[in-house]
């Protein structure tokens, strides 16, 4: 069995062109107008194939394959980074469709359903929607979000959905058979193993934190250059020590600084705020831990060194997950079913099977990025890759199903 490569193939160049760049890259930042305008086609392309559809109270959009039994949900997410490119997330949430529209009218044991995930890049939260799901979406997380709290709030409002109602879309786990998501790999391993798919061993955990420096502005041009208390010097320490940090002791361990404020912002004034957003990543709690405490020792080493006040606000934290070993034997048998030569890797990207692990069985298809290039224009995955991975997802899902009907026989 495959999936119909034609219309998959048109639903995804017509999905692309939402929220399209000049670049060839999308800009459908969560909750934003192409971002809603992106789940409204999905909805749309749902009902032209006759499939149910759902929307959550945490605005989770889903077509749905019903059948007696539980779900195996099959996921990924249409928002995007800013200024992303057009197959991460995109790509898993068609496949999705398009494994439902291939099993239309095939009795199965067990619904699928396809989901778009809210939020899953954090422009706003992280992980939102599939927190949401699966019942982990802490209250706190909404109230210092690293994209903002007026603009998780505006987000929200677009989108018709309510703050005190989010976590209303949690469900009950034994209602799951399971989840499955392909994505792109986003990094550089496949292509130079000569692999067509990856079957994800575990995903990294991550943290954001805001670090905000406070020194005292004045004149550029009259006040000496001894005795200033520069938050915009701190701020630049603090990001080369942080990386110098990361590269000397924490290998397997990596950080970036995706943001740096200096306020009042004027070429004649010297900054007295300088707010430093930084996100670190590891496979193991305890590294994360570790790095915490390190990075906010080094924040403050910075501000005694320029005379200044500091203060850290944790912004977002996702623990590492490993993935399902059932799930990953699936995914082996699809692809060797379908003569694809497969590897196992860990995902250095975070996404919402981290969320879904916690509660359901869950595994990851990988396929090849070009040159590993993912969160800017230039991402780009061959539409061969395109189709091994949504064949793969096809066959992975009748395995879990054979699965599931061969336990409850
Ligand atoms: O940031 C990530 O790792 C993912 O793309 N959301
Ligand atoms: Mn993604
Ligand atoms: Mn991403």
């Not at 291939?102 to 929607?129: K, S």
């Not at 915490?292 to 080094?298: S, V």
């Not at 990851?364 to 793969?392: K, L, Y």
Request: a negative charge; hydrophobic letters at 45%.
């Amino acid at each position: 069995m495959r999936i119909d490569e034609a219309r998959f193939r048109e639903d995804f160049e017509e999905l692309a062109a939402i929220g399209a760049t000049p670049e060839g890259g999308v800009n459908r930042p969560s909750l934003g107008d192409a971002h809603l305008a992106a789940r409204a086609w999905f909805l749309e392309r749902a009902q032209a194939y006759g499939l149910e559809t759902r929307v959550d109270a945490a605005g989770n959009h889903s077509a749905v394959l019903p059948a007696d039994g539980p779900t195996l949900l099959l996921g990924s997410h249409l928002d995007s980074v800013p200024e992303g490119g057009r197959y991460d997330g995109a790509l898993g949430v068609v496949a999705a469709l398009h494994v439902l529209v291939a099993l239309r009218g095939t009795e199965l044991p067990c619904a699928l359903e396809a989901i778009d995930f809210t939020d899953e890049e954090g422009t706003l939260v992280g992980l939102l929607g599939s927190e949401a799901l699966a019942g982990a979406l802490r209250a706190e997380a909404l109230l210092s979000p690293r994209g903002g709290r007026d603009a998780l709030l505006a987000g929200l409002a677009r989108a018709g959905l309510r703050e005190d109602e989010l976590a209303g879309a949690s469900r009950d786990p034994t209602t799951f058979a399971g989840y499955l998501e392909l994505h792109i790999e986003q990094g550089p391993r496949l292509e130079r193993d000569g692999a067509q798919i990856g079957i994800v061993t575990a995903i990294v955990g991550s943290r954001s934190l805001v670090f905000g420096f406070r020194g005292v502005s004045g004149h550029a041009g009259t006040t000496p250059m001894d005795g200033r208390r520069d938050a915009g010097l701190a701020a630049a320490a603090f990001a080369v020590a942080a990386n110098t940090l990361v590269v000397q002791d924490f290998p397997g361990c990596v950080a970036t600084v995706g943001e740096m404020r200096l306020e009042p912002g004027g070429f004649n004034v010297i900054p007295d705020s300088a707010r430093v957003s930084i996100e670190f990543r590891s496979p193991e709690t305890a590294q994360l831990d570790a790095l915490e405490t390190a990075l906010r020792r080094q924040a403050g080493e910075a501000a005694e060194r320029y005379a200044l006040d500091v203060d850290a606000t944790v912004v977002g934290r996702w623990e590492p997950a490993a993935l399902d070993p059932g799930v990953r034997g699936a995914i082996a048998r699809a692809a060797a079913e379908l003569g694809l030569a497969a590897i196992e890797l860990p995902s250095g990207a975070g996404h919402d099977a981290q969320a879904l692990a916690a509660v359901t069985p869950s595994g990851m298809i990988f396929v090849p990025s070009a040159g590993g290039v993912s969160h800017q224009p230039m991402e780009h995955t061959s539409w061969q890759a395109c189709v091994d991975g949504a064949n793969t997802l096809l066959h992975a899902t009748l395995e879990l199903c054979a699965v599931y009907a061969a336990r409850g026989a």
